[in-house]
């Protein structure tokens, strides 16, 4: 029965699956190149990124923003959602509506439905940046995905396991890729190697990620 289908359905875009129910999609955010771009500048024009403070008081070498009803920020109090950005004392921009359709297209296409995400966390990986090994834990529910965007220079993505000290895989992640995480993977530790020194045709010396997620 799946053969004949197989057979006969066009080819699918490539799913590699990283663990029960975390996925890379390759070059699934290319057909949304443009409008993405377009979109991130005029997040950035009105929140730009800055870097946060960690509870523990040091200064992220990632630097971050924020667009759509509720925010992830760090200060010296701890993380949270918040829909007012601490920088311009107003909400975070709206999202952009290119946004909406690469995320639910990705989700989607890694099997889960209807994900409908509040909260977009864009990051700036300038050569050097690294985000050590963590959870994604602020959210209300841990089965919901999550959905990550890679744009710009290569990283190596840095995938584990429950417990921090579970073996670490590590993938490639280049322009246009998508991880979406969900289901018995949205709490397995992950972080992103020490960003290499480039220069990409779109986005320069730089690695975008957005990341969209329901939070509350
Ligand atoms: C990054 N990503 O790729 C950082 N979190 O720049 C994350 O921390 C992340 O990619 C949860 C799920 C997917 C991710
Ligand atoms: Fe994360």
Redesign the pocket.
Known sequence: MNDLFDSIAPPEQPRETIADGAYLLRGAALAFERDVLTGLDAVTARSPFRHMVTPGGFVMS?AMTNCGGAGWITDRSGHRYDAVDPESGQRWPPMPESFRGLAAAAAGAAGYLAFSPDARLI?R?EPGAR?SL?Q?KNERDFERP?V?V?LGLP?T?QFGGLRRKDPVRKYA?RHGDV?V?GGPARLCY???AELKEGMHPALGGM?I?L?FREAL
Do not use: C, E, M, P
């Open positions: 990632v990051n990986y985000l963590h994604d999550i990550s890679s990283a993505f992640l991880a995480w992950h972080g992103v690695r990620n990341t």
